[in-house]
């Protein structure tokens, strides 16, 4: 009877530990997996915004009967400018075709002649998207080359888009701090009732002279464990958003690649790893310094 009761009370004491480490477990991937998504809209909002900038650029209208060789020259020298990505060259019987199509007629036959103008459209990098940028390109422009007629761009768009594009990263970036601190706060309550179980055992540590370092280690390792196996489990609940998402909106192909992804798993894997640690770190060190009478009013 007696054996029977010991494995009894053996396999209950198992079944409770099981059960607060499983409970510790899918809290921190639980919390891992929203932090997860917070870092996938970072990156999302970065793919973005380079996107929606490297489309806005400028037109630079022609003169009239400018010669091929100038073109060719202006558009080479645009080419390896760096703060160009791509140029295109519009003569004029292309511009009046586009111009038809939007209208419905063409303008010719009601006016005699082409109206239109020749231009090259100058697509820009990310980083010279911004009013700043593209009049210090203007002036550079007029001031070295005589094909150019006019230099044509939405500035008031731009400054629109740039400041939205501030206004969404200063958002996302206070979003992401506060759930940071709100992420590591339920980490540490995780992990501190754990070791609130084992406050007595942490005393009796002490009592046969082990080292504060030498009580931390076996706790910061097996949270470190938890933080490892909630981040995989919070990777595949991200997995399986991002395959939702991408069979929803074929769009999103162009902003989430494998290496966004990728990056994305580390940055959880640590941060699974680095709040366990430093909350059992606190934790455990709360009960290291506890006298043992007050271990019983906690």
């Keep these: 009877i007696t054996n029977k ?24 991937s639980l919390v891992l997996f929203i932090l997860g998504i917070v870092v996938l809209m970072g990156i999302l909002a970065t793919r973005l915004s380079m996107y929606v900038k490297e489309n806005m650029g400028f037109s630079i209208v022609l003169k009239e009967n400018v010669k ?38 063409n303008p010719k036959d009601l006016l005699g002649f082409n109206p239109l103008q020749a231009s090259i459209e100058v697509k820009l990098r990310s980083d010279y998207a911004h009013p700043d940028s593209l009049v210090w390109i203007e002036k550079g422009l007029r001031k070295g080359t005589v094909a150019i007629d006019d230099i044509v761009y939405q ?10 594009i501030r206004r969404i990263s200063f958002m996302l970036l206070g979003l992401a701090v ?27 540590m002490k009592l046969v002279g082990a080292t504060p370092a030498f009580i931390r280690k076996p706790f910061i390792i097996s949270n470190i464990i938890n933080g490892i196996i909630g981040a995989f489990i919070a990777m595949a609940l991200l997995s399986g958003c991002v395959y939702y998402l991408l069979t929803e909106f074929d769009n999103l192909y162009t902003l989430i690649d494998i290496s966004s992804l990728f990056w994305v798993f ?23 310094r506890m006298d043992r009478d007050n271990l019983y009013y906690v």
């Design 5 to 28: 009761v010991m494995s009894e009370s053996k396999s209950g004491r198992h079944i409770t530990f099981f059960n607060a480490r499983l409970t510790s477990t899918i809290s921190i």
């Design 68 to 105: 091929e060789s100038q073109v060719k020259k202006l558009q080479k020298k645009l080419d390896i400018a760096p703060y160009v990505r791509a140029t295109q060259y519009i003569s004029k019987e292309d511009a009046l075709k586009e111009l038809e199509v939007e209208l419905g007629e």
């Design 155 to 164: 500035k008031d768009l731009i400054q629109l888009v740039n400041d939205n």
């Design 178 to 204: 506060v759930l940071m601190l709100i992420s590591f706060a339920l980490i540490s309550n995780t992990i501190r009732l754990g070791a609130y179980s084992k406050r007595f055992i942490i005393h009796t």
């Design 266 to 288: 580390v940055i959880v894997l640590l941060l699974g790893v680095v709040l366990t640690a430093i909350s059992a770190w606190f934790a455990v060190n709360r009960y290291i």
